[in-house]
């Protein structure tokens, strides 16, 4: 089985920033791309940011130059920066591993940004 554990959430003021870290353990053989994805209340979960196995990024426009996604393939973790914060960011933010044809989801963490 695999295993994500998302960390690094929390509240922050308008502004201010977080970095989020997701670390995968258990069967992991070759991963296709990892991600991170937001579902604020009321609102279907979208795509923030991901990035292939070859390094290649993509990103949100509402994220564009305020966040990167980045990885350490060694230690098979993920991690999302996040700048420039804004209240429209608050949201539970899950990061997802791909694998061959499976996805994996992690807990969830929240994030809160106001004031």
């Known amino acids: 089985q695999v295993q994500l554990v998302e960390s690094g959430g929390g509240l922050v003021q308008p502004g201010g920033s977080l970095r989020l870290s997701c670390a995968a353990s258990g069967s992991i053989f070759s991963i296709s791309a990892m991600g991170w994805y937001r579902q604020a209340p009321g609102k279907q979960r979208e795509l923030v940011a991901d990035?292939?196995?070859?390094?290649?990024?993509n990103y949100a426009d509402s994220v564009k130059g305020r966040f990167t996604i980045s990885r350490d393939n060694a230690k098979n973790t993920v991690y999302l920066q996040m700048n420039s914060l804004k209240p429209d960011d608050t949201a539970v933010y899950y990061c997802?591993?791909?694998?061959?044809?499976?996805?994996?989801w992690g807990q969830g963490t929240q994030v809160t940004v106001s004031s």
């Open positions: 990035i292939t196995s070859r390094g290649s990024t």
């Open positions: 997802k591993l791909r694998i061959a044809f499976n996805d994996y």
